[in-house]
């Protein structure tokens, strides 16, 4: 069993900067791909960004291209999400999710998420 853990959630002003990290722990970890989501008040969950595990590749969805930065470290099984120029509209729950094998899109595991509020 994988659990990942996400932290650096908080409240920051807009046009500030954020950096959560999700720590993966539990049996050998070597994933496909990590991902971040979010889900604001009312609205559903939304993808964020992902990073191949292996190659790095990294996919951002348009609303935080140029904004966000997705990486990872994988001697500390961590990915990082830096948050930079934020809005108001990026207030959400922040999750971290583990997907494990490539022929299956789905993410296989997920963080409790970390809170992010930014106020104008």
């Known amino acids: 069993q994988v659990q990942l853990v996400e932290s650096g959630g908080g409240l920051v002003q807009a046009g500030g900067s954020v950096r959560l990290s999700c720590a993966a722990s539990?049996?050998?970890?070597?994933?496909?791909?990590m991902g971040w989501f979010r889900q604001a008040p009312g609205k559903e969950r939304e993808f964020v960004a992902r990073?191949?595990?292996?190659?790095?590749?990294?996919y951002y969805a348009n609303s935080v291209k140029g904004r966000f930065t997705i990486s990872r470290d994988s001697a500390k099984n961590t990915v990082y999400l830096q948050m930079n120029s934020l809005k108001p509209e990026d207030t959400a729950l922040y999750y971290c999710?583990?997907?494990?094998?490539?022929?299956?899109?789905?993410?296989?595991?997920w963080g409790q998420g970390t809170q992010v509020t930014v106020s104008s």
């Open positions: 999710a583990a997907r494990v094998q490539a022929f299956r899109p789905l993410y296989d595991y």
């Open positions: 990073i191949t595990w292996s190659g790095g590749n990294v």
């Open positions: 539990g049996r050998t970890f070597s994933p496909y791909e």
